[in-house]
């Protein structure tokens, strides 16, 4: 099938096949929120094709804007607490320049099976390329043919990695290269890679957050600062 590319504003977004009108009303309006820095509510009715308008925009505005993006510098804690108390600044105090900013798209949805159905339209996009991984818990994740019986599993892996009785979470100090060749997918996929190289999924995915631009997770954990901040 051949490759569409349309061009929406400064954006030349690659599409596999013509879109309808309404997946290009919707590119439009997630690439002005993206450029604007606006929050979005946007709906399409079902069938039309909106989780492929959705990745394909983002991740374009993504390839796009890498490493230009920047945050304001910052200044001393007294200088900021003055902002704060909405005072001026001295006239000898100065703002450090602006300073490049890592960017990712994390990509949320209610279950995990909704997720999966997210990650198959993902690959078979055109920015496929991008890395990604997807975030699960350890009650989703955990080979460990041990632990396949307990019911609270976060605490028992808590238990085999402190006694280093896990040689899945162990061997991952020795691994050289944990990414799947052929990219990460679902759940199942980061499992049966995990069993292949004797390697712990659920440590395997909080590695590869850490470097990866597309993060596919539960709304979950979008409200959970535990979770959030073990990748971001």
């Not at 394909?56 to 910052?74: D, I, V």
């Not at 995990?112 to 350890?138: D, G, K, T």
């Not at 599993?153 to 006694?163: D, E, G, L, P, S």
Request: glycine letters at 4%; one cysteine or more; aromatic letters at 8%.
């Amino acid at each position: 099938m051949e490759m569409e590319k349309i061009q929406l504003g400064n954006y030349s977004v690659m599409f596999p096949y013509e879109p309808y009108e309404a997946q290009k009303i919707y590119m439009e309006k997630v690439l002005t929120c993206l450029d604007e820095k606006q929050y979005g509510l946007l709906e399409s009715p079902t069938g039309t094709g909106k989780t492929l308008a959705l990745l394909c925009a983002s991740l374009e505005w993504l390839e796009k804007n890498r490493g230009s993006l920047q945050t304001p510098g910052t200044g001393s804690d007294a200088d900021i607490q003055a902002l704060v108390r909405g005072e001026s600044l001295p006239t000898n105090s100065v703002m450090p320049p602006a300073q490049p900013v890592r960017c990712r798209i994390v990509y949320a949805s209610r279950t995990h099976s909704q997720l999966s159905q997210v990650i198959e339209e993902f690959q078979r996009c055109p920015y496929n390329h991008i890395s990604s991984v997807i975030l699960a818990s350890r009650e989703q994740l955990c080979i460990n043919e041990s632990l396949a019986t307990f019911s609270d599993k976060n605490q028992a892996c808590k238990v085999k990695r402190k006694t280093r009785t896990c040689h899945y979470y162990n061997n991952m100090e020795s691994a050289v290269d944990i990414q799947p060749e052929s990219g990460i997918g679902d759940i199942e996929s980061l499992k049966a890679h995990g069993a292949k190289r004797k390697l712990c999924p659920y440590y395997i995915s909080r590695d590869l957050a850490t470097k990866a631009d597309l993060v596919f997770l539960p709304y979950n954990y979008l409200v959970s600062v535990t979770e959030i901040n073990r990748f971001l």
